[in-house]
T-cell receptor, first 115, second 114 residues
């Protein structure tokens, strides 16, 4: 079974600095998708970034980038130039390539941003 | 262009009552997914529906829980005879389907069972 592990329940970063959130996963599949979702206090789940496993190049979306290490089954999220609006819960998620939108989520990392 | 709409946002029920949670997918989306989030945990898949069909209900508890997505109207997640352990945030998500993996979430319904 697929499992997603986020080992950091909570992290803090100073405004304008960089922070990295960790995620590891377990799968026997070779093709799959990985995601980072942001959940602010409003509870809305917002897609931050997506990575296809068959792509070696790390995905980037503005200040957000990932370090995808397929052999190590690691998928960390780096947030550069942190802003107060980045404060939220961040969830790492896995989805098999052929399994529609049946996601497996980690337990989340709460990110605090200090002014 | 409204997103995924869930209502109510908060629902309070006493043990033994029924809870009905509604989800209207985004315009043009015919695939609906329900997820449950317990406190301090990530979202867990419950069920995947297309119009008038249940595609995958492997995450649904075998008893008391049911879901539907009729030809007309919103998708409904129904919980009969609620117990305190059912207290959670229930999220609906929708997609166009057909291999499109872009998933859009609603803001969830927080169910509290007294």
């Amino acid at each position: 079974a697929q499992t997603v592990t986020q080992s950091q329940p909570e992290m803090s970063v100073q405004e304008a600095e960089t922070v990295t959130l960790s995620c590891t996963y377990d799968t026997s599949e070779s093709d799959y998708y990985l995601f980072w979702y942001k959940q602010p206090p409003s509870r809305q789940m917002i897609l931050v970034i997506r990575q296809e496993a068959y792509k070696q190049q790390n995905a980037t979306e503005n200040r957000f980038s990932v370090n995808f290490q397929k052999a190590a089954k690691s998928f960390s999220l780096k947030i550069s130039d942190s802003q107060l609006g980045d404060a939220a819960m961040y969830f790492c998620a896995y989805r098999r390539w052929d399994n529609f939108n049946k996601f497996y989520f980690g337990s989340g990392t709460k990110l605090n941003v200090k002014p | 262009n409204a997103g995924v709409m869930q209502n109510p946002r908060h629902l309070v029920r006493r043990r033994g009552q029924e809870a009905r949670l509604r989800c209207s997918p985004m315009k043009g989306h015919s695939h609906v997914y329900w997820y449950r989030q317990l406190p301090e945990e990530g979202l867990k898949f419950m069920v995947y529906l297309q119009k008038e069909n249940i595609i995958d209900e492997s995450g649904m508890p075998k008893e008391r829980f049911s879901a539907e997505f009729p030809k007309e109207g919103p998708s409904i997640l129904r919980i009969q005879q609620v117990v305190r352990g059912d207290s959670a945030a229930y999220f609906c998500a929708s997609s166009r389907g057909g291999g499109d993996e872009k998933l859009f979430f609603g803001s969830g319904t927080q169910l509290s069972v007294l």
